[in-house]
């Protein structure tokens, strides 16, 4: 393979401290090559890939054929089981492959992404989403959550088809407790299945602001039970931003020592939650900022595109590190870089990537950006430049330039 050779590189904000970084074989390197090919970044930004860790491409761009009249959530799953079933999967991979596409050039490198199965949809979407993740693997890693979207203990048929899929490969097992009667009895039964698949488990936890009927405390038992510390991740879990102070501090501490982990999908649950409310009406962001400093990994992602759960999205991960900054009130350089941690390094830790960053032995996947900073980027919605990934450019993007008269 070949070698490459990055000069003038700017890792932080500090323009003086240039740097060079030495690409073999898809890695970064120590040493130099011999017959590298040499590329200048002129004192350009340059930040690892960023990581995906809960996006939904098989229900992505089915807005025109939705209609909203209440914008909640049952209205959201209703709409989205009715286009399901004329989904197929030429269908599943097109929209799937469209997202991709622009995910690709928002600077992503590495996606989680959850697909239905029930009996309705069948392997369908999940057949789609596997040729998507093999003809994309020149520019994106994707690994497949397969997930009970409709019910699993409530809807027969649903666990032998998880099953398949996992036999199949898919590489992590979700959840949708809120879906069954017995919401606690569905964790349980999933961490039996994970156990069983040797998979880590990704949950749509809960999603409303009602403080009352909590589920965190079964994942927390359950993830202790099994010895599944750091293979856990529970998402939205929009409750946490209903709880004063010391019961959050209180619930964020067993969620560290447990190592249960926490994605906010600021877009969906912005969109969702707190139409009950005409005034005042609340954010409703699962609180990372206070959840990181108790030491729990947290990741902010997109969640969904062009659906019912989310009508918008660009598929840019920096876009959604501003939304969450803005609605979180964060706004220090410190307090910025970090939200853009939840969309790179800490996202990478909760996907337990090993080699993820741009040392010797990590992947090179990396992406230029004409920032002046990593926080710039996120104040500013930078838009990358051009991305590489195993040390291949994956794509590019001209810079505007203003036509002064
Ligand atoms: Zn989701």
Redesign the pocket.
């Known amino acids: 393979m070949s070698a490459l050779t990055l000069i003038n590189a700017r890792l932080g904000a500090e323009a003086q401290a240039l740097q060079t970084l030495y690409v073999q074989d898809g890695r970064f390197v120590s040493a130099p090559s011999a017959g590298a090919e040499i590329l200048d970044l002129q004192g350009k930004l340059l930040l690892p890939g960023l990581v995906e860790t ?3 491409l098989d229900k992505a761009c089915i807005m025109q054929r939705c209609q909203l009249s209440e914008g909640t959530l049952a209205e959201a799953i209703a709409q989205t089981r009715s286009a399901k079933a004329d989904f197929t999967e030429a269908d599943v991979y097109q929209r799937g492959a469209q997202v991709l596409e622009k995910a690709i050039t928002q600077g992503t490198t590495h996606m989680r992404t ?1 697909v239905e199965i029930d009996p309705q949809i069948g392997l369908t979407g999940f057949n789609a989403v596997r040729r998507l993740q093999a003809d994309y693997a020149w520019a994106i890693s994707l690994e497949i959550c397969v997930f009970p979207q409709e019910g699993l203990l409530n809807n027969p048929g649903t666990e032998a088809l998880l099953c398949e899929a996992l036999a199949m490969g898919a590489e992590v097992l979700g959840g949708c407790p809120y879906t069954d009667a017995d919401p606690d009895a569905q964790i349980r039964r999933l961490f039996e299945l994970a156990v069983a698949f040797d998979s880590d488990l990704d949950f ?1 936890l809960d999603f409303d602001l009602n403080p009352e009927g909590m589920t965190i405390g079964e994942v927390i038992r359950c993830t202790h039970q099994h010895g599944w510390a750091g293979r856990v991740t529970i ?2 879990v929009t409750k946490l931003s209903t709880l004063p102070r010391d019961t959050l501090l209180e619930v964020a501490a067993s969620l560290a020592e447990a190592g249960v982990q926490v994605t906010c ?1 600021p877009s ?1 649950d912005l969109f969702l939650t707190g139409r009950e409310h005409f005034h005042n009406r609340p954010r409703g962001l699962a609180p990372l900022q206070h959840l990181h400093a108790c030491g729990v990994t947290c990741s902010l992602s997109t ?2 595109i062009g659906n019912p ?1 989310t009508p918008y999205g660009d598929a840019s991960l920096v876009r959604q590190a501003n939304l969450f900054a803005n609605v979180s009130q964060l706004a220090t350089e410190a307090e910025l870089l970090r939200c853009l941690s939840w969309v790179s390094s800490e996202s990478a830790r909760l996907l337990r990537l090993p080699d993820y960053g741009l040392t010797p032995g990590c992947r090179a996947d990396f992406i230029v950006f004409d920032a002046p900073s990593p926080a710039a980027v996120v104040a500013e919605i930078s838009p990358p430049l051009m991305g590489y990934k195993a040390g291949r450019k994956t794509f590019e993007r001209a810079q505007a330039r203003l036509l002064k008269p």
């Open positions: 809960h996006i939904h959850h749509h998402g939205h999908l969906t969640n969904n759960f």
